[in-house]
């Protein structure tokens, strides 16, 4: 089966697609529909995006303006958690299902730990309990955020979306994850495009005469993570998707891209994370 043909079996047996497209700063509404749409089009069946993107109409109407039914997709959006009351919380996840024109969510996470995490990932389970969600999982959590989660939640999270590249494969993340089931998706695959930087990265483009993008997304797709690079430029977002079944990169060359990590931690805290976007 192709890499962007398989998933990823979550707990509750829904399945993830492995390759997605991320909406992360997709914000111009002409530019921005249309690149959802087109890919969509290209056979993208995940959609990411979050409250917190401010893009929930652009997915939307890309959704209404493509060839592909609402239950064709698979759609993650992310709770910011800057608040503790129950009802404020849950009236915005309704919130972002009327945005959405949807009446579920494939899979909605909590977008940071900190600083009302906890509250937040109620309002998911009780989303979930009622049947608005097919699934609900957390993002940026920490190998020890992860434990005390475990300790007090009702229903286990079943995704971590998290920064993972060739500088910081995040394997304490991945190991715990993967003994506790929970399935990992990778932001900043692609390392904001300076994977192209990397000598090891290029000599591997080379090689399977692709772009050191499509290297770093297999790296992450072919140990079973999830990937949602993000391009408006249509060969771009072409070339990610489609590049990835061009090749298949062995042990021995994930093994050596393993050894090009340098970041142990989150890079990023959600202080400065709100900082670098200026929202």
């Given at each position: 089966m192709k890499k962007v043909e398989q998933t990823i079996l979550l707990a509750n047996g829904v399945e993830l697609p492995l390759v997605g497209f991320g909406t992360f700063r997709i914000l111009?509404?002409?530019i921005g529909?249309?690149?959802?749409?087109?890919?969509?089009?290209?056979?993208?069946?995940?959609?990411?995006?979050?409250?917190?993107?401010h893009n929930h109409h652009?997915?939307?109407?890309?959704?209404?303006?493509?060839?592909?039914k609402r239950s064709d997709l698979f759609i993650t959006s992310k709770l910011w958690p800057n608040e503790e009351n129950p009802e404020n919380l849950r009236n915005r996840l309704y919130k972002m299902l009327a945005e959405l024109e949807t009446d579920y969510l494939d899979l909605i996470l909590v977008h940071w730990p900190l600083p009302y995490g906890l509250e937040a990932y109620q309002a998911l389970e009780d989303f979930y309990l009622e049947g608005h969600a097919k699934a609900i999982g957390v993002s940026n959590f920490n190998v020890e955020q992860l434990k005390n989660l475990l300790?007090?939640?009702?229903?286990?999270?079943?995704?971590?979306?998290?920064?993972?590249?060739?500088?910081?494969?995040?394997?304490?993340?991945?190991?715990?994850?993967?003994e506790n089931g929970i399935a990992i998706?990778?932001?900043?695959?692609?390392?904001?495009g300076k994977v192209g930087d990397l000598p090891y990265l290029q000599e591997l483009a080379t090689k399977y005469a692709v772009d050191p993008a499509a290297i770093a997304l297999s790296w992450a797709v072919q140990q079973q993570i999830?990937?949602?690079?993000?391009?408006?430029?249509?060969?771009?977002?072409?070339?990610?998707f489609h590049h990835l079944d061009y090749f298949n990169l062995n042990d021995e060359e994930i093994n050596k891209i393993n050894l090009l990590t340098k970041i142990d931690g989150q890079k990023m805290n959600s202080e400065e994370f709100l900082a670098s976007e200026k929202l």
């Open positions: 111009e509404p002409e529909t249309n690149a959802i749409k087109e890919a969509i089009e290209t056979g993208y069946q995940l959609l990411d995006t979050a409250e917190h993107y652009l997915v939307a109407e890309a959704i209404k303006q493509s060839s592909k300790k007090v939640c009702r229903i286990k999270p079943m995704v971590n979306q998290i920064e993972l590249h060739p500088h910081a494969n995040r394997q304490d993340i991945v190991n715990f994850a993967k998706t990778s932001w900043q695959t692609m390392m904001d999830c990937v949602i690079p993000k391009a408006i430029n249509p060969k771009h977002l072409k070339d990610n």
